[in-house]
């Protein structure tokens, strides 16, 4: 299984981006979504995550009301919306992908089995 995770760039506080996320190498549902955060000497964050079972989403607080994951499972594709984009929000994004571990677990920080490279998020005010 092979993630690649896109859709990152510059943006100025208050505009939006949609991050993508190619899952391939397998069918997309079987696989919980996740994407998570990390920013320069911070803790890695779990920001958000949907089911595959239920398509029940999760938000961490700092993004709820701002961020939207989504599944496409048809094209192997997972998204993340991200509105009102602030300077906190700042950090590499990754997608994650796991076929046992549940949305619950990414929460409480365990790692998913996959993951893309990354792509950066850097929003300036």
């Known amino acids: 299984v092979q993630v690649v995770d896109s859709g990152g760039d510059s943006v100025q506080s208050g505009k939006s981006l949609k991050l993508s996320c190619l899952v391939s190498?397998?069918?997309?549902?079987?696989?919980?979504i996740g994407w998570a955060r990390q920013a320069p000497g911070k803790e890695l964050e779990a920001v958000a995550c949907?089911?595959?079972?239920?398509?029940?989403?999760y938000y961490a607080d700092s993004v709820k009301g701002r961020f939207t994951i989504s599944r496409e499972n048809a094209n192997n594709m997972a998204y993340l919306q991200l509105n009102n984009l602030k300077p906190d929000d700042t950090a590499t994004y990754s997608c994650?992908?796991?076929?046992?571990?549940?949305?619950?677990?990414?929460?409480?920080?365990?790692?998913?089995?996959?993951w893309g490279q990354g792509t950066q998020v850097t929003v300036s005010s």
């Open positions: 190498g397998s069918t997309l549902d079987n696989y919980a």
């Open positions: 994650r992908a796991d076929h046992e571990l549940t949305c619950p677990t990414f929460r409480r920080g365990y790692e998913f089995e996959f």
């Open positions: 949907i089911s595959n079972t239920d398509g029940r989403t």
